[in-house]
């Protein structure tokens, strides 16, 4: 298997733009993570979703961050208007069973100038 | 809320030498707590966990302990080598399942 895909690898925008992160979990997994690295706040969960629906979304900082899931294959964490804060890492992880371990993806770095 | 610190921050060993670092939670019903090891540039890599009806898992170099008493774990690497430095996260996870907390990590150096 290819392991859960992300994508773009690095994305450099400017403030006030749009930007889309992808992910692909890996196959037959039912449950979706989106995190988020930073120095100072270490990883935090966004939101994760389970068989494409969003179970629990309180990690998502504010209106500007939204995700959706609308197959089982794909996802997109969305940030409109982004923000030089909003720079960081963005993982994506999934797993087969709430119970399992959770695969992590090699991550999205977002630069907002 | 649910929280789970880890210690030390950084951590600078010889080759050879043994590595342990260390994590406390706060949630009494967390059943479920695995170690990852994220290398520069990388997603996290599970490396080892332990659910709590062990008390002690052992891989090779890697071993987890667990205390559910104190509600603390820890991860031991002997006869570290180089390619073991990398940033460690302890986490845990609460009885309902999915949800992890993560540890703030250890940056583990070891020098040849």
């Known amino acids: 298997d290819a392991g859960v895909i992300q994508s773009p690898r690095h994305e450099v925008t400017e403030m006030g733009q749009e930007v889309t992160l992808r992910c692909k979990p890996i196959?037959?997994?039912?449950?979706l993570f989106w995190y988020r690295q930073t120095m100072m706040r270490g990883l935090e969960l966004l939101i994760y979703?389970?068989?494409?629906?969003?179970?629990?979304d309180s990690g998502m900082p504010e209106d500007r961050f939204s995700a959706k899931m609308p197959n089982a294959s794909f996802s997109t964490l969305k940030i409109q208007p982004s923000e030089p804060r909003d720079s960081a890492v963005y993982f994506c992880a999934s797993t087969p069973d709430r119970e399992e371990t959770q695969y992590f993806g090699p991550g999205t770095r977002l630069l907002v100038l | 809320g649910e929280n789970v610190e880890q210690h030390p921050s950084t951590l600078s060993v010889q080759e050879g030498d043994s590595a342990v670092i260390k994590c406390t939670y706060s949630d009494s019903a967390s059943n479920y707590f695995p170690w990852y090891k994220q290398e520069l540039g990388k997603g996290p890599q599970l490396i080892i966990d332990?659910?709590?009806?062990?008390g002690e898992k052992k891989d090779q170099r890697i071993a987890v302990t667990l205390n559910k008493t104190a509600k603390h774990f820890s991860l031991h690497i002997t006869e570290t080598q180089p390619e073991d430095s990398a940033v460690y996260f302890c986490a845990a996870r609460g009885h309902q399942g999915g949800k992890l907390i993560f540890g703030q990590g250890t940056e583990l150096s070891v020098k040849p």
């Open positions: 979703f389970n068989n494409n629906v969003p179970i629990d």
């Open positions: 196959s037959g997994h039912d449950y």
């Open positions: 332990i659910r709590s009806n062990v």
